[in-house]
């Protein structure tokens, strides 16, 4: 069962899915972390979505290059008060060499998190 909160929560981000007009980028640390919430809260039906959204290429898993390795351990030290896990470092890191702000989660430290130090993610849903 879900309780009104988290009702809301897929509400807002089915809402927040639908406008976003390109295709999204994850890395496989992400997918796997998505993959085992949604078995906890629904089962395969919602891990088959995410499969499908795979398919239809509305997202596209980035793999970890060895350059991105290093960077992603800094970030995880200098995070470490936050436990940044691997999976956030794999994203900060990502859309540092991407160039990319926008990030579509509902993990609350991507509101610390900076790029290059400096530069806060644009959140959504928010």
Not at 50 to 65: D, G, I, P, S
Not at 102 to 112: E, H
Request: glycine share 4%.
């Amino acid at each position: 069962m879900i309780d009104k909160g988290q009702g809301d929560t897929q509400v807002k981000c089915v809402q927040t899915y639908k406008t976003l007009t390109g295709s999204m980028l994850t890395r496989w640390p992400c997918f796997t972390e998505a993959m085992y919430f949604l078995s906890e809260l629904r089962g395969w039906s919602a891990q088959a979505i995410l499969w499908e959204l795979l398919n239809r290429k509305a997202l596209y898993l980035h793999a970890v290059n060895e350059a991105e390795c290093q960077p992603m351990k800094v970030l995880m030290e200098k995070y470490q008060d936050l436990s940044m896990d691997l999976a956030d470092a794999s994203l900060v890191a990502v859309a540092e060499s991407q160039k990319i702000k926008r990030i579509f989660t509902l993990d609350s430290d991507f509101y610390v998190y900076r790029l290059y130090d400096k530069d806060a993610f644009e959140v959504i849903p928010g």
